[in-house]
């Protein structure tokens, strides 16, 4: 099926260190997600962008629909432990509500 | 607050038998998703109904149905479970509405499924 390539595939870093991973596809999105997951539970929406080029922020963290419409960015700032998870994005093609998953990224954070 | 739950949270059970997941969501969506998540694989799309009596075959359908007679609930459920089967499976919903930000899925906090 449709895939995204989300990489990397994990990270480890020190608090206070900026993080960026990224999404992309050989298709064209309308809209691009990114979710969060903590261990034993669902995913939780951070950011939504519905336009090409857009970039939204949502606190520490900044998201970038990219201009192809084929990738996404997500950047998160001053890293803190809390950060700790693993970082989903999707993407929305076409007519109908489905999504399509990256494989995620899994964060770690060292205090 | 709206919010959509899922039952049990954990499962264990035998192969051969038939389960029953629930999900319950209180936003009024019409769009509800199931899927499991598994190690190196993500999430991958099991069934999806996008209103009451619609139900829509996912990637990973086979094995699993679902039925939709009201807007809330979209139980999943596997006729005889495998061990192929063992996974967390999570439930989301999203609105129809270009006003409400329609493509946006919420997610349940999952439901753990061991079959022996």
């Known amino acids: 099926g449709q895939q995204l390539n989300q990489s990397p595939q994990s990270m480890f870093i020190q608090e206070g260190e900026d993080v960026s991973m990224n999404c992309t596809s050989s298709?064209?999105?309308?809209?691009w997600l990114w979710y969060k997951q903590e261990p034993g539970e669902g995913p939780v929406l951070l950011i939504a962008?519905?336009?090409?080029?857009e970039l939204t922020s949502n606190g520490r963290l900044t998201a970038q629909f990219g201009i192809t419409r084929k990738d996404s960015f997500l950047n998160i700032s001053a890293s803190i432990p809390s950060d700790v998870g693993i970082y989903f994005c999707?993407?929305?093609?076409?007519?109908?509500?489905?999504?399509?998953f990256g494989k995620g990224t899994l964060l770690t954070v060292n205090p | 607050d709206a919010e959509i739950t899922q039952s049990p949270r954990h499962k264990i059970t035998e192969t051969g038998r038939q389960v029953t997941l629930a999900c319950h969501q209180t936003?009024?969506?019409?769009?509800m998703f199931w899927y499991r998540q598994d190690l190196g694989h993500g999430l991958r799309l099991i069934h999806y109904?996008?209103?009451?009596?619609?139900?829509n075959k996912g990637e990973v359908s086979d094995g699993y149905s679902v039925s939709r007679s009201n807007t809330e609930d979209l139980p999943l459920t596997l006729e005889s479970a495998a061990s192929s089967q063992t996974s967390v499976y999570f439930c989301?919903?999203?609105?129809?509405?270009?006003?409400?930000?329609?493509?946006?899925?919420?997610f349940g906090p999952g439901t753990r499924l061991t079959v022996l």
């Open positions: 989301a919903s999203s609105s129809i509405s270009r006003l409400s930000s329609y493509n946006e899925q919420f």
């Open positions: 298709s064209i999105f309308n809209t």
């Open positions: 962008l519905y336009k090409a080029g």
């Open positions: 999707a993407g929305q093609k076409g007519s109908n509500y489905k999504l399509t």
């Open positions: 936003w009024n969506h019409n769009n």
């Open positions: 109904s996008y209103g009451v009596h619609d139900t």
